[in-house]
Structures are given as structure tokens and as C-alpha cells.
């Protein structure tokens, strides 16, 4: 079982930065693909990007695509999504969770955070 936690989530204008963090506890957060996902107010959960559980190789939505990037450092059972040029859209509740599956499905994913909000004002 992984139990994660994310944080870094905050209040920045339009073209910022910011960096999400996702703590795992559990010995095994390096054998699980490791999912970003986003949920705004009145929308459903979507997918943001996925990282396989070796952290070679990791796939974006295209609303994200060439402005954030997922990392994963196992030995610390970290996560991390880099958000740069931030739009007032991609204001949501951002989720880190894993998944046995390469996948951007959200119910494919089985371990959850409780959530980082983060507000992009214009």
C-alpha cells in the first residue's frame, strides 16, 4: 500500500511558476506508475501526466504538453510536476496517484492524495 501527499500548491499569476510535490510513504512507490491529475470546480477529474514507475518515460495531456514536467526520484519516494507558464485554466485541485497501468484514466488508479489547490489568477 502507498499512501501519498501533495504540496506546493498556491496563489500565482498568469505566466508563473510553480512546483507540486507528492510524498509517498510504503516501500513499494517504485513499482507503481506514478499519475498527476487535475479537478476544477464543477468538472470532473482529468488527466495532467503520467510517469512510468522507473521514471524513463512520461506522457502529458495536450493542454500541458512543453509547459509541465513530471519527475519521479524513487530513492526518496518523491514525485514532483513542474508547472511553468501558468494559465488562469489550469487553476484545479492537482492529485498525484498510482497505477499498475500506463494509463490516463482516473479510475485506473487506485491510490490517491488528498490534493493541492492551485488558483492562477489572470
Known amino acids: 500500500q502507498v499512501y501519498l501527499e501533495e504540496s506546493g500548491g498556491g496563489l500565482v499569476q498568469a505566466g508563473g511558476s510553480l512546483r507540486l510535490s507528492c510524498t509517498a510513504t510504503?516501500?513499494?512507490?517504485?513499482?507503481?506508475?506514478l499519475g498527476w491529475f487535475r479537478q476544477a470546480p464543477g468538472k470532473g477529474r482529468e488527466f495532467v501526466a503520467t510517469t512510468t514507475a522507473n521514471g524513463d518515460n512520461t506522457y502529458y495531456s495536450d493542454s500541458v504538453k512543453g509547459r509541465f514536467t513530471s519527475l519521479r526520484e524513487n530513492a526518496k519516494n518523491m514525485a514532483y510536476l513542474q508547472m511553468n507558464n501558468l494559465k488562469p485554466e489550469d487553476t484545479a485541485i492537482y492529485f498525484c496517484?498510482?497505477?499498475?497501468?500506463?494509463?490516463?484514466?482516473?479510475?485506473?488508479?487506485?491510490?490517491w492524495g488528498q490534493g493541492t489547490q492551485v488558483t492562477v489568477s489572470s
Open positions: 510504503g516501500r513499494t512507490f517504485d513499482r507503481y506508475v
Open positions: 496517484a498510482t497505477s499498475n497501468w500506463v494509463e490516463r484514466q482516473p479510475n485506473l488508479y487506485g491510490s
